[in-house]
Nanobody, 115 residues
Framework: QVQLVESGGGLVQAGGSLRLSCAAS????????MGWYRQAPGKQRELVAV???????NYTDSVKGRFTISGDNAKNLVFLQMNSLKPEDTGVYYC?????????WGKGTLVTVSS
């Protein structure tokens, strides 16, 4: 079992920055993937960024160059640095990890970007 707790969401003006954190209950070195998803009001949940155990990262096109996913192995944390935020980045952001063939999710943190 893996427990994930997100933090760092909030209200920010367009052009601003936020850093989301995801605290994992076990070492992130054991995860074969770590990612962030978001769900905007009335829309389906979508992948924002993912980092594989190989270190390779992928981003959805709309956040490339603005968002960065990273991890802190010592503290079992996964981060999402979000810069140049836009109103369309608004949504609930969820941390997701893959471990032993199972996907685990946090409860999400709300990000609101005002115009």
């Amino acid at each position: 079992q893996v427990q994930l707790v997100e933090s760092g969401g909030g209200l920010v003006q367009a052009g601003g920055s936020l850093r989301l954190s995801c605290a994992a209950s076990r070492s992130i070195l054991g995860f074969y993937s770590m990612g962030w998803y978001r769900q905007a009001p009335g829309k389906q949940r979508e992948l924002v960024a993912v980092m594989r155990s190989s270190g390779r990262t992928n981003y959805t096109d709309s956040v490339k160059g603005r968002f960065t996913i990273s991890g802190d192995n010592a503290k079992n944390l996964v981060f999402l640095q979000m810069n140049s935020l836009k109103p369309e980045d608004t949504g609930v952001y969820y941390c997701n990890v893959g471990w032993r063939g199972v996907d685990y999710w946090g409860k999400g943190t709300l990000v609101t970007v005002s115009s």
